[in-house]
């Protein structure tokens, strides 16, 4: 008898149907009586000051109704961690997009012509763009007040006491790492290395763009649709904001198109919470294109220096990292992406010193969000292409070199936690088989490169989950997590009825409405399986209790003697007889669940030290096979190998796709995506001038590896695994370039102009 019936097995998305025939409706569709239309007026200066506003020329307009500036907003600041954005201007914009005035009109268009009409003055203030200028003595201060800002907890009310913003610079946070004595490490070594690498900034480009609608009762209720990633941290934010309890705050997620960590903060809905407020009436905003780039930022771009001082024979003895990354004149979600990528930059390696300096910088730009993988894609694209370099520069494998160092179940990180469930070697070893590494290319100008992996789960954060079985033995699911496109709601109805003995057809799942599920902190940081899923599990085990309880009164059979099986209750025994759970059910039987994270978070602020920085950790492996056409400098990847220790597969078919959509994104942000500025101005800022990779551009063959350890904190022994396929692309591909062509590509994206100049460097400016 198989071990599981539901679980492990390859289930299409339940909604599948309903997204490819247009009957599911998102944020966007939504449509009340009497909805007005909003549209938001926004800076076209990185920086400057608002010497006057006029909006009598726009609430005169025919079908206007209402006007809406920092005036008539509460005299507080937003922020997932630092409360360091006004929701509209009151004095001072600081990026070319910042929200100045907001217009509620009877059409999109009357909306649109009133925002041309109010008129502003502005004095234009100094600015910096690039990470030098920003961290340089005299620099034009991004945040003048920055010492006076309101700092939040991350997953708890408490401060973090490790952020300390520096007052007077543009400094928003510098995160270190020290273990050991990385000076006496580099006198140790026989050689030392040092390269730099650039990253750029790359948008989330969902299909869906950013929407919200709000509704505000008489009494004061507040009710939103919009497309977010998280209903009931937002509904908390929103409640702070407006002084309101949180049972005053309803926020519905419906479904998303797209989110990628996008979608994860405050965005358009403490605006149309004011219009709908100011004018009594429902209000919707949708995001243009092009306003989605201008607003919302994108993946946090930056420079990292990485020093390795090794022996002759490959040990790494010591290791000095320096970031700098731009935090545009918004912090979002900075902070945390720039302590957690601190402690992975130096690899999945043992180092026995470790010296790391995080800089997080305010700049006059849009500030970046959270993006998929949270920083890890940036880091470890220096770090994994470092360590090629060092090999092939001590004539050593790479594949060898990393495997000599690569972390080991029960070794210490740097800052001091034990880590358990380490497969890294597994992983390697197994995407080296996967593209041949032992064997000679007979393609011209062919090559293969490796990269390792690893990645977090934010720590201490809480998903509770509802699961109710009604009288007909169906079963309905009540989560906070959003399924944002991942398939985490089949994955949620297959936990139930594995739990609960029913076909999986029989459950359905209800998420993203705070009015109608549990917490749940949200869909990000590769958590929905592991956290919402174990919630899932308990209140699907609570339920079958309770039914086996009334089964045992009503048959006179004791507890232990019986299990349900396909819908029906029956003796452990007697597998082929059974009764319909339905005849114990006099009304619904409803079972609660709650899966608080582990990890801390909490570091030392002088030595980076935490006992447990995370709730776990994720080991992966991408291999890559490129050609590469010297003359055009065009690489083709043939084929990209993505192996991950996911500790067990709930859904095979759902962890396939995730790899591989993970896997276009990498090839993505690895060969053309960039936000490109003209000082703080986005100059590309929609779908025909930012690249996206089309069909075209994909591997000839993605081959998604799954090792299966059940060593996950997981239900059944899952890890999650929505961020750890984007993360070792860009590594993969540029150690694979190397091995084809001879030459080192250290800034991204990978252009065909970059590799063609460190082709032919003569009169060309040298190596990218």
């Not at 492990?8 to 449509?31: C, Q, S």
């Not at 140790?188 to 919200?212: G, K, N, W, Y």
């Not at 079985?469 to 009825?497: L, P």
Request: charged content about 20%; overall charge negative; some cysteine.
């Amino acid at each position: 008898m198989a071990e599981f019936t539901t679980v492990g097995r390859p289930i299409p998305k339940l909604d599948a149907i309903d997204k490819v025939t247009g009957r599911h409706r998102y944020p966007l569709d939504v449509v009340l009586p009497g909805m007005l239309w909003g549209k938001v007026l926004r800076s076209p200066y990185p920086h400057a000051r608002i010497r006057r506003m006029d909006t009598r020329a726009a609430e005169a307009m025919l079908g206007v109704v209402a006007v809406l500036t920092a005036r008539d907003l509460p005299k507080k600041r937003v922020g997932n961690v630092i409360k360091d954005q006004e929701v509209l201007a009151t004095e001072v914009v600081r990026y070319v997009g910042d929200a100045v005035a907001a217009v509620a009109a009877v059409s999109e268009a009357v909306a649109e012509a009133a925002c041309r009409a109010i008129e502003v003055e502005w004095e234009e203030l100094p600015a910096v763009f690039e990470v030098e200028e920003a961290i340089a003595p005299g620099a034009a201060v991004v945040h003048e007040d920055l010492a006076t800002y309101e700092i939040r907890g991350v997953t708890t009310s408490a401060t973090i006491p490790f952020l300390r913003p520096q007052g007077g610079t543009n400094i928003c946070h510098h995160f270190k790492l020290r273990h050991g004595d990385v000076e006496q490490g580099f006198r140790e070594a026989a050689h030392v290395f040092e390269d730099e690498f650039s990253f750029q900034m790359i948008h989330h480009a969902p299909l869906e763009p950013h929407s919200s609608i709000a509704q505000v009762l008489p009494s004061g209720e507040v009710t939103v649709w919009s497309s977010v990633q998280n209903v009931h941290r937002i509904r908390q934010w929103l409640a702070e904001y407006f002084d309101l309890p949180q049972s005053k705050v309803r926020v519905i997620a419906l479904k998303l198109g797209g989110g990628f960590g996008g979608k994860i903060t405050l965005t358009l809905e403490p605006i149309v919470v004011g219009l709908a407020r100011k004018t009594g009436k429902p209000v919707k905003i949708v995001m243009t294109r092009t306003e989605t780039f201008i607003a919302t930022g994108g993946r946090r771009p930056g420079r990292m220096t990485i020093r390795s001082g090794v022996t002759t024979d490959g040990r790494i003895l010591a290791r000095q990292v320096r970031i700098l990354w731009n935090g545009g004149a918004v912090s979002e979600s900075g902070p945390i992406s720039v302590s957690l990528t601190a402690l992975v930059c130096s690899g999945p390696y043992r180092i026995p010193n470790v010296h790391v300096d995080s800089y997080l910088l305010y700049t006059n730009r849009i500030g970046p969000r959270a993006f998929r993988g949270l920083g890890a894609p940036q880091v470890l694209w220096a770090t994994e292409s470092h360590m090629d370099i060092v090999a092939r520069k001590l004539a050593l494998d790479p594949l060898d070199f990393r495997l000599r160092n690569a972390l080991e179940e029960g070794d210490r990180a740097p800052w001091g936690e034990t880590l358990h469930g380490v497969t890294l070697k597994e992983c390697l070893q197994r995407a080296a088989a996967e593209i041949g590494w032992a064997e000679r290319s007979q393609e011209p100008d062919a090559g293969r490169g490796i990269a390792a992996i690893w990645k977090w789960t934010v720590p201490g954060t809480l998903s509770q989950a509802l699961v109710k079985v009604h009288e007909d033995g169906t079963v309905a699911v009540m989560t906070g997590v959003a399924d944002v496109g991942t398939g985490s709601s089949t994955v949620m109805a297959q936990i139930a009825a594995e739990e609960l003995g029913v076909d999986v057809e029989q459950v359905s799942v209800v998420v993203g409405d705070t009015e109608l599920t549990p917490y749940d902190y949200g869909s990000t940081s590769s958590r929905s399986t592991v956290h919402a899923g174990n919630a899932v599990k308990q209140g699907a085990e609570s339920a079958r209790r309770q039914i086996l309880e009334h089964a045992a009164a009503e048959l006179g059979v004791p507890v232990a003697e019986l299990e349900i099986r396909r819908g029906r209750v029956g003796r452990i025994d007697r597998p082929d007889e059974g009764v319909p759970i339905s005849r114990f059910l006099k009304g619904y039987v409803l079972g609660f669940g709650s899966f608080h994270g582990g990890g801390q978070g909490l570091f030392d602020p002088d030595t980076g030290a935490s006992p447990r920085a995370a709730h776990e950790w994720k080991y992966g492996a991408t291999g890559a096979v490129v050609t590469v056409d010297r003359e055009t400098g065009r690489v083709r990847v043939k084929r990209l190998v993505s192996v991950h220790d996911i500790g067990f597969a709930i859904n095979p078919l759902s962890v396939e796709t995730q790899i591989q959509g993970a896997a276009v994104m990498g090839i993505g942000a690895t060969f053309l995506e960039e936000v490109v500025f003209d000082g703080g101005r986005i100059v590309n800022p929609n779908f025909m001038d930012y690249l996206l990779p089309t069909a075209t551009d994909v591997p000839d063959e993605i081959a998604p590896i799954v090792i299966e350890s059940r060593k996950g904190d997981g239900p059944y022994g899952a890890k999650g695994i929505g961020e750890p396929p984007i993360v070792g692309v860009s590594p993969a591909v540029a150690n694979a370039i190397e091995d084809a062509v001879g030459v080192r590509i250290r800034d991204l994206p990978i252009t065909p102009e970059r590799v063609a100049r460190a082709l032919n460097p003569i009169g060309q400016g040298g190596q990218g």
